[in-house]
């Protein structure tokens, strides 16, 4: 397929895409790695009159650290978020989520900032920046403004981002020393996960300190367990616990079903992946 | 080191295959990628309505977008596109509704083509048919087999009368072939039913349908994606009344087929009659959601099967009872597909009575057609599973159920209950094999030690002891199924003047690799280099006589006929090699691609000849200058491959995730020209077979709406989805043909499927499961664990990933 006729403009700086943004108006589509936005123009499903290619603004790529946070620049790759030092250190669980994003091909052409902004509640990096209190860095015509991860995803597809506002950055708080995994669940090794559980913990002699948990596709939006980080706050990881602590990660979810899950499925796996997920990062 | 003189054998060697360079680099021609002068581009408006009335189309805002040429609906069409052919009428009251390539007042499936657009770029056309209006009357959609069958239902084509197309029986008693299946189901110690479903799947060939016409030439010439480019040629002159020497149809490289390309289709004929019309060369190519939605789907139908049997084990008789959903038309075979199956579920297995019906029936889908293995398949499922069910059923160890039931392999020639002659076959070899390849006791054991503890994670083992019947076909007995055609295939041999040979085939090639092993079997029997050997195919200017590639004929068929030809070469040299060594014929000897004077070192060699009848200086009285010769090779029988294949699959009980831990399959082919090309055909059938039994299914929405139109919903798995195989044959030579060879093509589709849902029933029957729908997905498994209904796995809308249902208008909206 063929997508409508659009105007192209590929700008080499932040200011530049803002303002491009700004002046093409509502029509208007943010392009990063484009392995969302692509299929969908090829399909007509959308015809934007402008597409603003972020792949030429070398500022938005890349990772560094910034005191008790790290800046993951928004059209950093997938590739470069799972070989990434800083955030094998720092942010474990968003390198384990990357590397269960689609195939290889995807991984090195989508970026990080790219999924947030798309907000599928099936992409498998929103859970995990809600888990971890990522923030998301905006830049518009009035300026900066930082939006919280529990802010930013709206609803399918929907996020806080206004009309003329780019994800410029994301900023995740320093987790060294947690353990973290995510468990992701799906028929094929490509697609999207039916339900998928982002867990990291830390964890001092067998006392679990602190938990953060988040679920990707039970809701509109990811879905923060703070009902199972609750029960399991305190608790020695044995099994029996963290089957305990898994019962409640069905508590504020809203699944919907399609062709692979009903909903009464989907709260059953969110409960036998989260008790999996924490399982594997307690170690 | 061999020398010239010779040379080792080629036939049995895994050579690389001569094509696969272009072909991986794409450094070829496929049909999309031919442009000619003043070539215009075509793209279709499809009905987004499963059912309905078309009652207006406003076509005027397109006519004046830019760049376009032509805009045509079905009314513009009706009197020159003809009705699309349905070759095989399965019986002579058979209904078949007129099937139009454009939809003039009514459309039938979601997908079918309602206009299109001709413009200068393809984006122009693209973007011209959202200049098109149509207005729909709604009709009642047609969807449930069982429903559309029962008294008072909606129906596709009123006209008709009915939902049914025709029903067709075979059965043992009145054949005289057998006893009465009724008896022996009411006199039997044992019986089984159960009821399968064969989900429709879609073929989901790598490259999307694409068709280029080229009109300004004396000959009309077609380039299509296809793999029948000498029926679609004969199909065109008959559908369209054009004469058909006036028609050239050219298959260039094909990205695959799977039965999927074996069709004469509505955009070939629409692109055939635009380019007819503007006298200017026209292409279309299909996008990959509009192949999803509007090419042929395969399978589909509803499987009754009852077994009866006597306590030791003995069966003695099976009942088949199928509903088959003919999609909204009959394609090119679509009604014959099911009765392919009729004479396969008797399988290997020696069964006294057997009675088989199939009632085909139309529902407002897209048609269905020939996809790998077509009706194969279905059978071999159906059987293979109820040999597991009867098994449990009886408490005997499934393997020794088959091998007390199968023929043995000193009972060769073998007569089966529905009426093929089996020429040759060894189930024990091939089964012991296997077992011992897959450690076949030792998962017996690892299964019964996680029942006993109660393992999250179950063992299951799964058997698929198959045959199929391949290399389509015997002529007579095509016609006694009254299939529309013959099943012979054409070949011949071009000696060229430098001792270089052209074979032309009439098989056609779409991935197969038939440059390479018709080039083996070339070399051998002219005795000239595989490297001197160029295979050409698909063009039916340069082959012009051929039935094409389907049913695993081209190496049972296709390459006999080309063997033939060069035993007609050899036999014309002959005369002429004894005038040159000044001889009698009768002395000669050939070999290794040389005349030899029997009991002297006097020789020469056939590529000496090829140019001495070049140059037709010194001839004897009376021969030609030529060498060349072409043969026609009609198979006295169908080919049966065999084999057992094993499958152990772990079934997470908490997520009813299958996990494929070992595959083993030990196929008999018969003799092998390539390993490789078998390992390949081998590997490639099993990813498709296990395919229909964990990931794919074509599924409608209650409209009628294709809710797996891309490939994120349609599920086509990938080499990270698949265990290792363990791959391996026996080899028991067909008798009835020259090289003993059998078909490889589909039997790694046909065998797999069961052995993976077999062993996911063997994980999990203590469960008190006997049955998990296709494809079983986790779902379904964990539903099936839980006791609970198997669920249809009905589709939703709401949630993310994937793309869902789809605008089937080509995008406009």
């Not at chain 2, 001709?118 to 069982?146: C, Q, T």
């Not at chain 2, 200017?280 to 399978?299: D, I, Q």
Request: charged share 20%; with cysteine; net charge negative.
């Amino acid at each position: 397929m063929i997508p409508a006729e659009f105007d192209y403009v590929a700008p080499t700086t932040v200011d530049d895409a803002v303002r491009a943004l700004a002046d093409a108006g509502e029509d208007a589509k943010v392009l990063a790695g484009g392995q969302s936005l692509i299929p969908v123009l090829r399909m007509r499903l959308a015809a934007p009159t402008k597409l603003i290619d972020l792949g030429k603004v070398a500022e938005l790529r890349g990772v560094r650290e910034e005191g008790n946070a790290l800046v993951i620049g928004a059209m950093t790759s997938h590739y470069d978020v799972v070989r990434d030092p800083l955030i094998a250190e720092h942010a474990q669980l968003i390198a384990m989520a990357t590397s269960t994003v689609a195939d290889p091909q995807v991984r090195h052409r989508g970026t990080f900032g790219g999924s947030l902004a798309h907000a599928d509640p099936a992409g498998d990096l929103l859970a995990p920046a809600l888990a971890l209190d990522a923030e998301m860095v905006v830049h518009g015509m009035d300026g900066r403004r930082v939006i919280p991860a529990s802010e930013f995803f709206v609803d399918y597809f929907t996020t806080a981002l206004r009309q003329g506002e780019l994800l410029t950055d994301v900023r995740v708080p320093k987790y060294t020393g947690w353990h973290a995994h995510y468990e992701k669940f799906n028929r094929v090794a490509q697609a999207w996960s039916i339900v998928g559980v982002a867990a990291a913990v830390q964890v001092e002699g067998h006392t679990i300190q602190q938990a953060r948990v988040g679920l990707t596709n039970m809701s509109s939006v990811p879905v923060r367990a703070t009902g199972v980080e609750r029960a399991l706050i305190g608790q020695e990881a044995t099994p029996e616990a963290i089957k305990a602590a898994a019962e409640h990660a069905v508590e504020g979810t809203m699944p919907v079903a399609d062709g692979n899950a009903d909903a009464a499925y989907r709260e059953h796996l969110a409960k036998v992946l989260t008790s999996r997920a924490v399982t594997a990062a307690c170690g | 080191m061999t020398t010239a003189a010779e040379p080792s054998l080629e036939v049995g060697k895994g050579r690389l295959r001569k094509e696969d360079a272009r072909l991986i680099t794409g450094r070829t021609r496929w049909t999309d990628n031919i442009s000619l002068p003043g070539m215009l581009h075509m793209a279709m408006l499809r009905s987004p309505m499963a059912h309905a009335r078309i009652t207006n189309i406003d076509t005027s805002e397109a006519r004046q977008m830019p760049g376009v040429l032509a805009v045509v609906t079905g009314a513009d069409l009706a009197d020159s596109q003809g009705s699309l052919p349905c070759a095989w009428p399965i019986t002579e009251d058979m209904k078949s509704p007129d099937a139009p390539s454009m939809a003039v007042n009514q459309v039938n499936f979601a997908g079918e083509v309602v206009a299109a657009v001709v413009a200068r770029s393809a984006a122009e056309a693209h973007d011209a048919l959202e200049g098109i209006d149509v207005d729909y009357d709604e009709l009642p959609v047609v969807l449930d087999m069982a429903e559309a069958i029962a008294d008072g239902a909606d129906l596709v084509h009123p006209d008709l009368g009915t939902n049914k197309s025709a029903t067709w029986v075979f059965d043992s008693a009145e054949a005289g072939t057998g006893g009465n299946v009724d008896e022996a189901i009411a006199s039997a110690e044992v019986t089984v039913e159960r009821t399968f479903r064969q989900q429709r799947l879609i073929p989901a060939f790598m490259e999307p349908r694409s068709v280029v016409v080229d009109p300004t030439g004396e000959q009309v010439t077609m380039w299509s994606a296809t793999q029948v480019p000498h029926i679609l040629r004969l199909m065109l002159a008959m559908t369209l009344g054009v004469p058909e020497h006036k028609v050239r149809v050219i298959a260039p490289d094909v990205g695959g087929g799977f039965g999927g390309k074996l069709q004469v289709t509505p955009e070939e004929v629409i692109t055939f009659l635009l380019a007819q019309q503007l006298g200017r060369p026209v292409k279309y190519t299909e996008s990959r959601s509009e192949s999803l939605s509007s090419a042929h789907h395969g399978r589909d139908q509803l499987q009754k099967l009852t077994i009866a049997a006597q306590r030791d084990g003995t069966v003695t008789g099976l009942k088949v009872e199928l509903l088959a959903d003919m999609g909204a038309y009959l394609r090119l075979v679509t009604p014959g597909v099911p009765i392919l199956g009729a004479f396969m579920y008797n399988a290997i297995y020696k069964i006294p009575a057997y009675h088989f019906s199939c009632t085909n029936v139309f529902t407002t889908k897209t048609p269905t057609d020939a996809y790998r293995g077509a009706g194969r398949p279905e059978a071999t499922f159906a059987i293979e599973r109820m040999m597991d069910e009867l098994a449990a059923e009886l408490g005997m160890e499934p393997l020794e159920l088959r091998e007390k039931n199968w023929i043995k392999h000193e009972e060769f020639p073998y007569t089966t209950v529905s009426t093929l002659t089996y020429d040759s076959g060894n189930y024990e070899a091939a089964t012991a094999k296997a077992k011992e390849l897959f450690d076949y006791d030792g998962l017996r054991r690892e299964q019964a030690e996680r029942r006993q503890r109660g393992d999250t994670v179950q063992l299951g083992i799964g058997i698929s002891t198959f045959t199929e019947m391949c290399g389509l076909a015997p002529s007579r007995v095509l016609g006694s199924l009254s299939y529309g055609a013959g099943g012979w295939e054409h070949g011949a041999i071009r000696m060229l003047p430098t001792g270089k040979v052209e074979v032309i085939t009439g098989s056609s090639a779409h991935g197969q690799g038939h440059e390479t092993a018709w080039s083996q079997i070339v070399a051998d029997r002219l005795g000239v280099p595989f490297e001197d050997i160029e295979v050409l195919h698909g063009d039916t200017q340069s082959s012009p006589r051929g039935l094409d590639t389907y049913g695993s004929r081209s190496l049972t068929v296709g390459a006999m006929a080309v063997l033939a030809a060069a035993d007609k070469v050899i036999e014309k040299a002959k005369p002429i090699a004894a005038h040159m060594m000044e001889c009698s014929p009768d002395d000669l000897e050939f070999s290794g691609g040389k005349f030899t004077v029997r009991g002297t070192d006097t020789s020469t060699g056939i590529t000496d000849i090829a140019l001495a009848v070049f140059a037709a200086h010194d001839l004897p009285d009376g021969v030609e200058p030529s060498l060349d010769a072409d043969a026609t090779f009609d198979p006295e029988n169908f080919s049966f491959p065999h084999g057992t294949h094993l499958c152990a699959a772990e079934v997470d009980t908490e997520t009813g995730q299958v996990r494929l831990r070992s595959y083993v399959c030990v196929d008999d082919v018969g003799k092998v020209v390539n390993p490789l090309i078998v390992e390949g055909q081998v590997h490639g059938g099993l990813v498709q077979g296990i395919a229909q039994a964990l990931f794919e299914e074509a599924v409608y929405d209650e409209s009628g709406t294709l809710m797996t139109g891309t490939l994120a919903d349609y599920l086509v798995p990938s080499a990270a989805d698949m265990p290792s195989f363990t791959t391996d044959r026996t080899e028991t030579p067909s008798t009835t043909n020259a090289l003993g060879v059998k078909g490889v093509g589909e039997a790694g589709t046909i065998a797999s499927t069961p052995a993976v849902v077999n062993a996911i029933v063997d994980a999990i029957r203590h469960f008190g499961v006997n049955d998990v729908e296709m494809p079983c997905t986790p779902m379904r498994v964990w539903q099936a664990i839980q006791g609970g209904a198997q669920s249809a796995a009905g589709p939703g809308s709401e949630s993310g990933g994937g793309v869902g249902s789809l605008d089937t208008q080509g995008g406009a909206r």
